[in-house]
T-cell receptor, first 114, second 116 residues
Framework: QQPVQSPQAVILREGEDAVINCSSSKALYSVHWYRQKHGEAPVFLMILLKGGEQKGHEKISASFNEKKQQSSLYLTASQLSYSGTYFCGTEDRSPQTGANNLFFGTGTRLTVIP | DTGVSQDPRHKITKRGQNVTFRCDPISEHNRLYWYRQTLGQGPEFLTYFQNEAQLEKSRLLSDRFSAERPKGSFSTLEIQRTEQGDSAMYLC??????????????FGQGTRLTVV
């Protein structure tokens, strides 16, 4: 049930771009993206609901390919404040209860250096 | 509303003792989740509630773990006979509910448990 993220870690210089991928073996209802800084709680970035949907948040955007059960997070012109661990959360339906649940990937540690 | 709050923020306990954590979700949120996170890992699902009903519990969760959400408001997570492997950050999150809207999960600051 846990989605798989890649890469596990990436180091960027300010201004460089990065892509973080998230894939699941199960059919997905939606994908959520969060960022967590050291010692803090995960903070919501965006949610993607439909296959092929793209969303943007300043210079951070994401896409969701429902058929491939994959999502990608795009960080452009990275800033020092982007450093942290990025998690994707995948929403799928429980066969036992019929209710939707939210499972998180293993995370991608992003470090932006001057 | 100040968001999701968890208490205590830190807990050190001796192996074999019982511990209980509390989570107060955002007031209008009917979904409440518990996750466990260890260093360098993503949040691992433990259980979730829709109002007062516990809808799902991780199959990996031992019988020593139990959670309640009386009256669909705050929730408690109890760990009995703690083991060193239980040491982790326990995160609570709440949402309006999944399945059809912009219903992101808001996380609390977590309770860091250390079993010695």
């Amino acid at each position: 049930q846990q989605p798989v993220q890649s890469p596990q870690a990436v180091i960027l210089r300010e201004g460089e771009d990065a892509v973080i991928n998230c894939s699941s073996s199960k059919a997905l209802y939606s994908v959520h993206w969060y960022r967590q800084k050291h010692g803090e709680a995960p903070v919501f970035l965006m949610i993607l609901l439909k296959g092929g949907e793209q969303k943007g948040h300043e210079k951070i955007s994401a896409s969701f390919n429902e058929k491939k059960q994959q999502s990608s997070l795009y960080l452009t012109a990275s800033q020092l404040s982007y450093s942290g661990t990025y998690f994707c959360g995948t929403e799928d339906r429980s066969p036992q209860t019929g209710a939707n649940n939210l499972f998180f990937g293993t995370g991608t540690r992003l470090t932006v250096i001057p | 509303d100040t968001g999701v709050s968890q208490d205590p923020r830190h807990k050190i306990t001796k192996r074999g003792q019982n511990v209980t954590f509390r989570c107060d979700p955002i007031s209008e949120h009917n979904r409440l989740y518990w996750y466990r996170q260890t260093l360098g890992q993503g949040p691992e699902f433990l259980t979730y509630f829709q109002n007062e009903a516990q809808l799902e519990k991780s199959r990996l969760l031992s019988d020593r773990f139990s959670a309640e959400r009386p009256k669909g408001s705050f929730s408690t997570l109890e760990i009995q006979r703690t083991e060193q492997g239980d040491s982790a950050m326990y995160l609570c999150a709440s949402s309006l509910g999944l399945g059809g809207g912009n219903t992101e999960a808001f996380f609390g600051q977590g309770t860091r448990l250390t079993v010695v």
